[in-house]
């Protein structure tokens, strides 16, 4: 979470670098992406460190501006949801919960989800250096380990601590297994198969 100026300005680095961003006057201009993530960013920084009523004012312009681009591109991401680091890949539809945390240097594609699940508020809680690849959903009060990467068209939900998600890969190829309940043991895995773990909460 920004909470000083050394910190406002360290994200907006390691969000340029992590999008791979040049900095050109072409780019600070025309690149829409990287102009919502550095407007995202001083809205953080306006919200956090707010000391005066000008500051007062302030973010409610930024979030006025965000709101407007955030409509243009079809990306709606709230204050404080990722770390630094953060990679907005395309343009498109990708919806993230205020209650979601991701930590530093996540790349999320387009068509994504990141939602509370049913009548809760528990919205999903992620590590660092993820990756979410195109149409995955993830809801509920699912936590997920650092170094993770979500497949495309994957749903992950989870309520249950019992409950155990088995992401599979096998060469270039990703598969999909069925969060099952533990019972005396756990689903039966291919042995070729390079399988993460993830309890689910």
């Known amino acids: 979470m920004i909470s000083s100026r ?10 340029r670098l ?5 900095k050109t006057i072409k780019n600070y201009l025309f690149h829409d992406i990287w102009r919502y993530q550095r407007l995202l960013r001083r809205l953080e920084y306006q919200k956090n460190c707010r000391r005066s009523r000008l500051d007062s004012v302030l ?3 930024f979030r006025f501006r965000l709101s407007r681009l955030s409509r243009d591109i079809g990306v709606c991401i709230k204050p404080n949801n990722f770390g630094p680091g953060l990679a907005v890949v395309h343009e498109g539809t990708i919806r993230v919960h205020k209650d979601a945390r991701i930590g530093v240097n996540c790349r999320i594609h387009v068509d994504v989800n990141i939602g509370a699940s049913g009548d809760t508020d528990d919205a999903p809680q992620l590590g660092n250096n993820v990756y979410i690849a195109p149409g995955a959903k993830i809801f509920g009060g699912i936590r997920l380990a650092d170094g993770i990467a979500v497949g495309p068209t ?4 989870g309520r249950s601590a019992s409950r155990i998600l088995r992401l599979a ?3 270039r190829k990703r598969f999909r297994i069925k969060a099952r309940e533990r019972r005396g043991g756990s689903p039966k895995i291919p042995i070729w198969a390079s399988c993460i773990e993830l309890c689910i909460s």
């Open 6 to 15: 050394e910190d406002y300005l360290a994200y907006l680095e390691a969000d």
């Open 18 to 22: 992590n999008l791979g961003c040049s």
């Open 59 to 61: 973010e409610l312009w």
């Open 154 to 157: 994957l749903w992950s939900t």
């Open 169 to 171: 890969a096998y060469r």
